[in-house]
Structures are given as structure tokens and as C-alpha cells.
């Protein structure tokens, strides 16, 4: 741990109150230790880390982590807070807080050593010790296990004396204690993982059961032994990604969870697997190698999967759309650059690779053209394969995309994919229910089961589905097609209030969806609510970047440094560039940017408005339809959700404050609004 840890990235009066500015205070240390390449970079995948699930853990902990590009070495920073820090844990605030950072790269050795303080935070002196150091040389050693060796207690028991524990007296008496294995995984692999591997194994002591743990974390992935998994009597999976080659633990009572239940409640998931194994409840366990589960943080997802069939398909559908958006972004662009050098009329261009002129403009508009349109061919068969592959993995990609040609082949559009996705998926997992010989096992995912899943796809396609969905799909493009005035406007309306509701999240992720996919098989109506939907999501930032520019005083200095960024983060459409305001003061940020992108949204559409690249900002408006009154509308958003944000700041800093900060100014960057 010597290179992880230095005194100069220990803060024992970490002054920060909010998450974000815990993350920002320590990574500026990291920053200066020459371990951060770039601040913002860094914080920006911190961010996305903690949107995921949060990081916090019960007894007072905060772990935020991440890998990214902009670490060149593992690093590990450490804050003490005095007045505690939400970081979304179930008891409340943390005092001590641990930044991880790992390069994208790191190597396994590194990882080891982390993984090993997540496991040190699980025991109680370690983290009295630190809630108790005043040195932060002293610390950082303390920290790295270098910490003086403890002569044992007087009172440890000594030979012949009795057991202390129900597992010792189980061994003396000659019994077999109760078996458990376990499986722990998390996103990014590094801390979580390993805290859920120690509690579990810590509770397992206490309790007299012998628990053997998995851990599935960047730091390696060893197998357990198959001798260990057959004499267990049951299986705890703490997980919120896959379990690798789940098969290996088929015909076990299994409790199935989220990672966090893993650290937080230890002791009721061995109640609950030796209740399961009383019972004789055993589990359904896919035959396909690595077949997915979707996480869903704490909840149990033992049972009945369709326990949680809501999360699990906007997990599903999720999967296929974050797949299908670098085909649409990179053809999009190529195809709006094609237009904007060559005009419209170059999509009816012969084929470059039989007429290409290398000093005509024309040519080389064409053949932008041509790859982008190649690039599109892809966006309905990509979805489909991926929503497929997240329902039951690699067996499922063939028949998925199979499916997906199929809906372009029956004018199914974007919705033929998404349900073909979802046939395919269900098909696949239907046919890894069925019990088959040893023998077959291994052939089963690479050849029968593609196989009999694309027959049974393409047939539904082809002769059940595909013309009904079809028709739905044109009922749909002339639909929006026929949008004009007060329904286009109330289309705009909604499209802007789910682009700023969570600004990156599932709702704004819905809206970005819709819109894509009419990029697919472009019309006017579905040009119209690409240029709604990236209007409304360029303003949340926009207007704290102005807000935080017009009314300083209402902001820390933190909060105006984040407000500089905000502005190329809102001109690049980069909603997520407002979250650190809105998780400091939700009740104000989010009706305020709701209400800007509402207006925005409408009016886009109020104007006609048009846009064929799906991404891009205020640097792709000469591809825009109408784009000076498409900038109008962007700048009336921007000025409502601003004029709100300071109006509601304004009112709460007016008001008399019982905590006595009422008369605090923005220059104080300890004050850090927090969530109402």
C-alpha cells in the first residue's frame, strides 16, 4: 500500500456536506499528488460510479470509486467529516470517507491491496482507530497495515479451554457445521465486492456456519472448488452484475441479492439459506455459462423473477438502446455532415463504390452519406441482439439479431426490434429451462440453442407478429407526421419534463430512446422530436451555468467552479452536467430545469424544428431545421429554469435559518446547500 496512501492524501477536517463535494475536495488532493490527470474527467466517473448505486455503508462509511482513464496510478484519498456526509447509506451520514481511484488498467496486484482495505473496514478496531487518529502521517500508515503488531489479549483463551464460538463447538463435538458458498460482485469490482465477501464470512463465524466465498472483483476471479460447492448445503449470491458460470451451483437452495445485502445484513441471508435448505426449496439456475441477473441493489432477487419484471425489462431495454447509440451517433453525424456538404438530395447519390471522384465535394458528401447509412442499417438488428443478450447472454445474440434483420425485412421498424429483442430473449431462457443430457451441455450454447431459438424467432417474425407490428409502426410515423400545433406542443412538454427529471437517468433515458429510434427510418414528425429532445436536455446545465454566473452569492465556490464546466457540458448536450446541483438542493433544481425544458421542448416543436444527428449541441445547428428559432427556444428554457432557480434559492436564503445560516454568503465554501 506504500503507493497508494501518502499523509498529503489524508484530510482530518474534510469540511465538505455534500457527496459531490467530498469527492471533489479529496480528488484535488489526488490532483496534486500527480495521481489525477484531470479533476473533472475523474469526478465525471465518479459520478456515473455513484449513479449506479450509492456507495455508502452502514456504520458510518462512504467508499465512492471508480476506474478511469484519468488516473495514471492507484491512489486512495481518505476525509474524516465531523458533521457526516449522506452518501445514500440506511443509518445515516458517514465520517469516514475513502476516494479509490484505479486507472482503467490497473493491474491485479494493485487491486488486491484495495480489495483488501474493504475488507479491513469491516472490522470495528480499524475503523475506531481511525475515527480516533490525530495524525495524518500516522494515518495513512495506519491505513497502508503498517500499524505495529497487537500482543494478544490477556484474556484470549488458551489451550484446552473451551470454544468460543458455535463453529469451535460444533468441530469438538464432532458435528458438521452448516455449509455455505457464496458469490460477491460489484460494477467496478474493487470494494464492494470484497466488504460483501468479509461480512459474510465474518457473520458465518459468529454463527457456527462455514462460509466460503467467491469473489468475482477486479482483483482476480478464482474458483471455488467444485468439492466445496457440492458439500454445501446452500449458495448466497450478493451480486449487482453477472454471476460467472452459474451452472456450478445448480440444485442448491439459493438466496439471491444485491451486493449491499451482502454487507449490510450478512447475518439474515444465512438465516434465510439455512431456512431455504430446511425446506428443500431448490433453485432454478439458467444452463447458459454467465447468464445475466439484473441487479436491483438490496432487494432480494430470490424467487419468481417476475418478482421484479418492471426493473428487469427497462434493464433489458436499456441494454439494447446503450448498444444501438454509438451506431446511431457515428451514422447520424455522418449522415447530417453529408447533408450539410452535399444537401439533401446526395442520399440519392450513386454508389461510391462505383463512381467516386476524389476533387468533388459531391463524392466525398456521398460517401459520408453511404457509411452513415451503413452505420443506420445496423441500429434495429443491435437492438434487438442486446436486449436479447441482456435477458439470457450469448446464446441469445444470434436469434436477437435474426429477429432484428427480420423487423427491417417486414417494415417493422424500431418497435419490430424492440419486440424481437424480447421474443428472442424469452425463447432463448425458455430453452435453457429444458433439462438435457451432460453431453449436449456443452454444445448447447454455441450451436442448438441459436439454432432452434432463430427458427422459432424468424417464424414469429415473419408469419405472426411482424406484419400487425408493422402496421402499428406506420400508424406510429404518420402519427407524428400529423403532429401540429397544440399536440405537438404537448408532445414537446413531455419529452422536456423526462429529459430534466433525472438528467441521465431512466426517465431521461426513455425520452433519448424515443427519440433515436425515429432516427432509424427518419420522417419529419420524428426529425421534429430529435431536435425537442436535445433541446430540452441542453438546459438543465445551461441555466445553472447562468444562474451560478447571474446570482454568485447564492452559490458556494464549488458550486460556481461546476457552473464554468456546466457551460460546455449544456452547448455539448450533456444533461448529467447539472446533476451536482440538483443532488445539493433537489426540491429547487429539478421543478426549476423541469420547467425550463418543458418550455424549451415545446416550443421546438411549436417552431418545426428538425434534426437528423443525435447528438452533437450547439455544434451541429447549421444541420438544423429552423435553427435560429431552435436556438430561441433554448434560450427561453434556459432563462425560465434560471429565473426559478434563483427565485427558489433567493426565497430559501431570505427565510430566517434555525441552523443560523442565514446570514452565510458564497464565499463560504464550507456551506454546501443540502437536499430539503
Known amino acids: 500500500m506504500s503507493e497508494l496512501i501518502t499523509a498529503e492524501l489524508v484530510d482530518l477536517d474534510l469540511s465538505a456536506a455534500t457527496k459531490d463535494a467530498a469527492a471533489r475536495s479529496l480528488a484535488e488532493r489526488m490532483v496534486a499528488a500527480h495521481r489525477v490527470t484531470d479533476l473533472d474527467g475523474f469526478l465525471a466517473d465518479v459520478a456515473a460510479r455513484e449513479a449506479q448505486m450509492p456507495t455508502g455503508l452502514d456504520g458510518g462509511i462512504g467508499i465512492p470509486h471508480c476506474r478511469s482513464e484519468h488516473v495514471n496510478a492507484p491512489t486512495l484519498a481518505f476525509g474524516r467529516s465531523a458533521a457526516g456526509i449522506d452518501f445514500g447509506a440506511a443509518d445515516g451520514p458517514a465520517d469516514l470517507v475513502f476516494l479509490i481511484a484505479a486507472p482503467a488498467g490497473a493491474d491485479d496486484d494493485h487491486l488486491t491491496i484495495l480489495s483488501g482495505l474493504a475488507r479491513r473496514l469491516m472490522d470495528p478496531e480499524f475503523t475506531a482507530a481511525l475515527r480516533a487518529g490525530t495524525d495524518p502521517a500516522a494515518v495513512a500508515a495506519l491505513i497502508r497495515g503498517e500499524e505495529p503488531a497487537q500482543e494478544p489479549a490477556a484474556e484470549e483463551k488458551e489451550e484446552g479451554t473451551a470454544p468460543e464460538t458455535e463453529a469451535e463447538t460444533a468441530e469438538a463435538a464432532g458435528s458438521v457445521p452448516f455449509r455455505i458458498v457464496a458469490v460477491t460482485s460489484c460494477p467496478t469490482g474493487i470494494a464492494h465486492t470484497y466488504m460483501a465477501a468479509e461480512s459474510l464470512a465474518a457473520a458465518g463465524r459468529a454463527e457456527g456456519v462455514e462460509v466460503t466465498v467467491e469473489t468475482q472483483g477486479s482483483g482476480g476471479f478464482k474458483k471455488l472448488d467444485p468439492a466445496v460447492i457440492a458439500a454445501a448445503?446452500?449458495?448466497?449470491?450478493?451480486?449487482?452484475?453477472?454471476?460467472?458460470?452459474?451452472?456450478?451451483?445448480?440444485?442448491?437452495?439459493?438466496?439471491?441479492?444485491?451486493?449491499?445485502?451482502g454487507i449490510n445484513r450478512p447475518s439474515e441471508l444465512i438465516a434465510e439459506a439455512r431456512r431455504k435448505a430446511e425446506r428443500g426449496e431448490i433453485a432454478?439456475?439458467?444452463?447458459?455459462?454467465?447468464?445475466?441477473?439484473?441487479?436491483?441493489?438490496?432487494?432480494?432477487?430470490?424467487?419468481a423473477d417476475h418478482a421484479h419484471f418492471g426493473v428487469r425489462l427497462r434493464t433489458y431495454l436499456m441494454s439494447g438502446v446503450s448498444y444501438m447509440v454509438p451506431f446511431v451517433a457515428a451514422g447520424g453525424l455522418l449522415i447530417a455532415l453529408s447533408f450539410a456538404i452535399g444537401g439533401y438530395e446526395i442520399a440519392s447519390a450513386k454508389s461510391v463504390a462505383d463512381h467516386f471522384v476524389w476533387g468533388e465535394a459531391d463524392s466525398w458528401a456521398a460517401l459520408l452519406n453511404q457509411i452513415g447509412s451503413a452505420a443506420f442499417a445496423f441500429l434495429v438488428p443491435v437492438l434487438a441482439g442486446y436486449i436479447a443478450y441482456g435477458m439470457a447472454d450469448r446464446p441469445a445474440l444470434v436469434p436477437g439479431f435474426v429477429g432484428g434483420s427480420i423487423a427491417l425485412t417486414v417494415n417493422a421498424g424500431f418497435l419490430g426490434g424492440l419486440v424481437a429483442g424480447l421474443l428472442a430473449g424469452a425463447v432463448v431462457m425458455a430453452i435453457q429451462r429444458v433439462p438435457v443430457h451432460a453431453t449436449l451441455r456443452g454444445i448447447m450454447p454455441v450451436?442448438?440453442?441459436?439454432?432452434?431459438?432463430?427458427?422459432?424467432?424468424?417464424?414469429?417474425?415473419?408469419?405472426?407478429v411482424g406484419k400487425p407490428i408493422a402496421s402499428l409502426q406506420n400508424a406510429l410515423?404518420?402519427?407524428?407526421?400529423?403532429?401540429?400545433?397544440?399536440?405537438?406542443?404537448?408532445?414537446?412538454?413531455?419529452?422536456?419534463?423526462m429529459m430534466c427529471f433525472d438528467m441521465?437517468?431512466?426517465?431521461?433515458k426513455v425520452a433519448y430512446a424515443f427519440a433515436v429510434?425515429?432516427?432509424?427510418?427518419?420522417?419529419?414528425g420524428s426529425l421534429k422530436v430529435m431536435a425537442a429532445v436535445m433541446a430540452a436536455g441542453m438546459v438543465p446545465p445551461l441555466a445553472m451555468a447562468l444562474a451560478t454566473t447571474v446570482r454568485k452569492k447564492l452559490f458556494t465556490k464549488t458550486e460556481r467552479e461546476n457552473g464554468r464546466a456546466a457551460w460546455v457540458l449544456g452547448a455539448s448536450f450533456i444533461t448529467e452536467g447539472a446533476i451536482p446541483f440538483a443532488a445539493a438542493d433537489p426540491l429547487r433544481v429539478i421543478p426549476s430545469v423541469m420547467a425550463g425544458g418543458a418550455v424549451t421542448g415545446a416550443l421546438?416543436?411549436?417552431?418545426?424544428?428538425?434534426?437528423?444527428?443525435?447528438?452533437?449541441?450547439?455544434?451541429?445547428?447549421?444541420?438544423?431545421?429552423?435553427?435560429?428559432?431552435?436556438l430561441l427556444a433554448i434560450a427561453?428554457?434556459?432563462?425560465?429554469?434560471?429565473?426559478?432557480?434563483?427565485?427558489?434559492?433567493?426565497?430559501?436564503?431570505?427565510?430566517?435559518?434555525?441552523?443560523g445560516e442565514a446570514g452565510a454568503t458564497g464565499s463560504d465554501d464550507s456551506r454546501v446547500p443540502v437536499a430539503a
Request: net charge negative; proline share 6%.
Open 604 to 630: 421546438s416543436m411549436a417552431f418545426g424544428a428538425t434534426l437528423r444527428a443525435p447528438h452533437g449541441g450547439v455544434f451541429v445547428v447549421p444541420l438544423i431545421g429552423e435553427p435560429f428559432l431552435y
Open 447 to 464: 450451436l442448438v440453442i441459436p439454432l432452434i431459438a432463430s427458427a422459432v424467432v424468424g417464424f414469429l417474425m415473419f408469419i405472426v
Open 284 to 303: 432454478a439456475v439458467s444452463e447458459a455459462d454467465g447468464g445475466k441477473d439484473s441487479g436491483d441493489g438490496d432487494a432480494d432477487r430470490s424467487g
Open 517 to 524: 429510434g425515429g432516427l432509424a427510418d427518419p420522417t419529419d
Open 477 to 497: 410515423t404518420d402519427w407524428l407526421n400529423g403532429l401540429s400545433g397544440s399536440n405537438a406542443v404537448i408532445l414537446g412538454v413531455v419529452l422536456g419534463l
Open 504 to 508: 441521465g437517468g431512466p426517465l431521461n
Open 636 to 659: 427561453a428554457g434556459t432563462l425560465v429554469a434560471t429565473a426559478l432557480v434563483v427565485l427558489l434559492k433567493g426565497a430559501r436564503r431570505a427565510a430566517p435559518d434555525p441552523a
Open 233 to 261: 448445503d446452500a449458495v448466497i449470491w450478493a451480486h449487482d452484475v453477472e454471476v460467472r458460470e452459474k451452472t456450478r451451483f445448480r440444485g442448491k437452495p439459493l438466496v439471491d441479492v444485491g451486493v449491499k445485502a
